[in-house]
């Protein structure tokens, strides 16, 4: 088993910053692909930031592509994301997850493991 736990989240201002961090223990993540995810009310989940093992691999949703980058310290089995130049839209519960695999894929159903989420509100 694989418990994440996120943690970061609160109320920004348009424009402003935060950074989630997601602290995982259990068995470890060594050799997946993990991910950010993140679900606004009445909307579905939706892929945000992926990033291979090696980190050296990420993909990011073309709506937060330039402003969120995502990052993994594997010695500390933590996965980040940096977020910068917030936007209403962007107000949700964020999820980070942990692939069946190495690949980083946009489809929820191919993460296996998942945090509680942590929520972000973005003010006008």
């Known amino acids: 088993q694989v418990q994440l736990v996120e943690s970061g989240g609160g109320l920004v201002q348009a424009g402003g910053s935060l950074t989630l961090s997601c602290a995982a223990s259990?068995?470890?993540?060594?050799?997946?692909?993990m991910a950010w995810f993140r679900q606004a009310p009445g909307k579905e989940r939706e892929f945000v930031a992926g990033?291979?093992?090696?980190?050296?691999?990420?993909l990011y949703a073309d709506s937060v592509k330039g402003r969120f980058t995502i990052s993994r310290d594997n010695a500390k089995n933590t996965v980040y994301l940096q977020m910068n130049s917030l936007k209403p839209e962007d107000t949700a519960v964020y999820y980070c997850?942990?692939?069946?695999?190495?690949?980083?894929?946009?489809?929820?159903?191919?993460?296996?493991?998942w945090g509680q989420g942590t929520q972000v509100t973005v003010s006008s």
């Open positions: 997850a942990r692939s069946r695999g190495v690949v980083v894929s946009i489809a929820p159903t191919e993460y296996s493991y």
């Open positions: 259990g068995r470890t993540l060594r050799g997946y692909a």
């Open positions: 990033i291979k093992w090696s980190g050296g691999n990420t």
